[in-house]
């Protein structure tokens, strides 16, 4: 994450303190998602990884102990059944805001990991999904997040707004990007103002 200075300018997204006590860089963060991706694919499962393999994927990258302890942590919390499995997307989605970079930045890079670099488009279910995770990650550590309803109007604007093509439905993640970081309720959130906390109802 380079030094306090760089740090204290880096835009949160409302990680809150985590996202200050973090060494993981965008290189790491790719390799990672990639190892995931691998792993998820050879094991004949499309999104799931286990801790065993969670674990392999995390081996030979250059992450310190301490960032690891906090990647474990994010693994056991979005293990909601408890079965030492998640999916490697969500996670992976859930620990950008990590990274340095402007909130655009960060939103392009949460897509482009989303889909792999597969493609230059989202659905506005994709879109959904990847703010829930910031949404959701963010709650964990305390932060003040959207609620369910304001994500879902991020989305229905989004959707309203670009005007995506009538058929596939999906949208451009160049004008994406940015629609999102601008938009009222991602902005509030950014900014650590955001109107729900962890235990209450989003």
Known sequence: MGNDVAKNCANRMAIGAMSNVTDLERPVIQRMSEKLADIAKREGSKDLVTKE?????????????????????????LDRTGEDRINHKEFIVGIVPFALGKTEELIQMAFELFTNNASDRVTPMDLRFILMTLNTVASYFGDPVMTVAQVDKVVDDAADKLDPPPKSGELLMAELSPYVADHEFVHEFVEGKGTSRYGNKL
């Open 53 to 77: 393999e969670f674990g392999e994927a995390l081996n030979g990258l250059e992450i310190t102990q301490s960032d690891r302890d906090i990647l474990d942590r994010i693994f056991v919390m």
